[in-house]
């Protein structure tokens, strides 16, 4: 913690190395596999049917859990540690700041999940875990949203008291910005806690006025499309049209204002209801492109 002399609260601080500094970072391979939001709401939705409950675990200083790495790391000794000129350090364990430790960190929990009895990773994304019927576990960075019935649970509890964990959460969860919320109507799915962390565009007068730079309108509307993603898109139509607009005014920088105040003021949200699992009934849908008369290999299922 360190003091900012400022009267505000102190800041948290953590030990992280310059990685845009390593002599190989062109020799590793930096990217690491992330649930998509889709992939959550569809967990939501299953668990919902399957009668399960959610939870979540957020790991603590998640990369130094990774196991051993087959190699030291080396870094030089940053000044604010007193050592000597020219020491360096040796670390065993996957570090911040480091391009590839993530994915280090998200490869060694993923095969400590998959020693589950029965369970398989996903054939559409490499951060979903499943067993049919009985649980299924997304990872996204250093949290681990997880569903199912009570013996697949205690698997899974096994294994992530291995590691160090905190803010558990069960029933009504945050997990990668979305927060799902149970209750005896089903499961209510919204972007609530990051929609009120988004800040308005100031306007200048008329709203004719060429706003002074359109990456901030460009940013909002970023944001206000990630929020769709999570709850209702049909409330953000705006969004994309504000988001590709190159000379924007401050009538369009207000209504972006006027769909984050909708946002603001209305609990907007994804609702799974209750269901019974025996009634379920699935319906495919799908739009086609090609001729009728198009050779069978040329036609196209979208």
């Given at each position: 913690m360190a003091n900012r002399g400022n009267g505000k609260p102190a800041e948290r601080a953590g030990f992280c190395v310059a990685g845009n500094r390593?002599?190989?970072k062109q020799s590793t391979v930096a990217t690491s596999p992330v649930t998509p939001q889709h992939a959550i709401r569809a967990i939501v939705a299953a668990s919902d049917i399957l009668s399960f409950t959610l939870h979540t675990?957020?790991?603590?200083r998640?990369?130094?859990?990774?196991?051993?790495?087959?190699?030291?790391?080396y870094v030089w000794v940053p000044v604010e540690a007193g050592e000597p000129d020219n020491t360096a350090w040796a670390f065993h364990r996957?570090?911040?700041?480091?391009?590839?430790?993530?994915?280090?960190f998200h490869f060694k929990t993923q095969s400590r999940?998959?020693?589950i009895p029965n369970i398989?990773?996903?054939s559409a994304f490499d951060t979903i875990y499943l067993v049919p019927?009985?649980?299924a576990i997304s990872t996204y960075v250093d949290d681990t949203l997880n569903a199912g019935d009570a013996p697949f649970l205690k698997y899974v509890d096994n294994i992530l008291k291995n590691y160090s964990t905190h803010r558990p959460d069960h029933g009504t969860i945050q997990f990668a910005g979305i927060c799902a919320r149970s209750d005896d109507a089903g499961v209510h799915c919204d972007a609530g806690p990051y929609a009120t962390t988004i800040a308005p565009l100031p306007l200048t007068p008329p709203l004719s006025s060429p706003f002074a730079d359109p990456k901030y309108l460009h940013s909002l509307a970023a944001k206000l499309l990630w929020v769709a993603r999570v709850a209702r898109p049909d409330v953000l139509t705006n969004a994309t049209q504000l988001a590709n607009m190159p000379n924007p005014t401050s009538a369009d920088a207000r209504r972006a204002n006027d769909t984050l105040a909708t946002l603001a003021r209305l609990r907007i949200t994804l609702h799974y209801p209750r269901l019974d699992p025996v009634t379920l009934q699935v319906y495919v849908f799908a739009n086609y492109s090609g001729s009728a008369v198009a050779p069978l290999p040329k036609r196209q299922v979208g």
């Open positions: 390593d002599w190989h675990e957020d790991f603590l998640a990369y130094l859990q990774s196991d051993r790495l087959a190699e030291l790391v996957a570090i911040y700041g480091k391009n590839d430790s993530g994915r280090l999940f998959l020693t398989t990773l996903s019927h009985h649980g």
